[in-house]
């Protein structure tokens, strides 16, 4: 009789198999090049403790970057190229599974005190893009206050974590100020008055008044894919308080 080795993934047992499941994907895979609206995404495992408790990747904020290069199986395109709404339904999903249902995090309850509020994961709103792109998979917006019509593209992790590094380089050179809300900016906006130079619509965006970006920012929030992190949260008291969830390490360590 031949002997299959484990490396091949037909020939290992049902005992050694992750158990998975399908998640879609809040954007329908609209804005990726091999449409991939759907992904097997692995349950997390004993095994994955390792990534959660390791102190280099809990510093360096690195440990949810490799949960989900083990955790995605069929995505086609590395994790990092996902668009942030799509990889929170994905991280959603390996909380709720792995960890439970609830979160408890802190809140101010209707009397302004400061109380443990906790959380039904499963009662969060998945938001779908509802808006469809053009050829290029941009999106059109017209600042109200200088009437500039203006392409914009929703942004992926890598976009941020690509962010993030040029923020701090310019954090030292600006006297501790950030400039994330600018970079963001200049990143996401495409083409303005007919223009796609990046260096002349950096100029142009920076000339803008504040209201126009707010009102910008805002338009991207509302439309961009993902998890409305609005919600509510009940306290012990048996308030229940409208809160938005906040991520942090704590999300992955939950009371047993």
Not at 122 to 144: A, Q
Not at 232 to 246: D, N
Request: net charge negative; hydrophobic share 35%.
């Amino acid at each position: 009789m031949e002997n299959k080795s484990f490396l091949d993934p037909n020939s290992v047992p049902d005992l050694y198999k992750v158990p998975y499941d399908i998640i879609e994907l809040p954007s329908q895979g609209l804005l990726y090049e091999n449409k991939k609206s759907s992904v097997k995404v692995e349950y997390l495992t004993a095994y994955d403790e390792n990534v959660l408790s390791s102190p280099n990747l809990l510093n360096n904020g690195k440990y949810l970057d490799v949960l989900l290069e083990r955790k995605v199986k069929d995505l086609g395109f590395h994790h990092s190229e996902l668009l942030q709404g799509d990889r929170l339904a994905i991280l959603l999903f390996l909380r709720t599974t792995g960890l439970g249902e609830e979160y408890t995090q802190l809140i101010f309850n209707d009397s302004g005190d400061m109380v443990e509020g906790i959380i039904d994961l499963t009662k969060l709103t998945i938001k779908k893009l509802e808006i469809t792109p053009d050829e290029n998979n941009e999106f059109d917006f017209e600042f109200p206050e200088s009437n500039k019509k203006g392409k914009f593209r929703l942004l992926s992790s890598k976009d941020d974590d690509d962010l993030n590094e040029q923020d701090k380089k310019l954090i030292e050179k600006n006297q501790g100020v950030s400039s994330k809300a600018t970079l963001r900016l200049e990143r996401s906006v495409m083409e303005i008055e007919g223009e796609r130079d990046k260096m002349k619509i950096s100029h142009i965006l920076r000339g803008l008044k504040i209201l126009d970006v707010r009102k910008f920012n805002k338009y991207v929030s509302d439309i961009e894919p993902g998890i409305d992190t609005k919600t509510v949260a009940r306290t012990q008291g048996g308030e229940s308080v409208e809160v938005f969830l906040r991520i942090g390490r704590n999300f992955w360590y939950p009371e047993i």
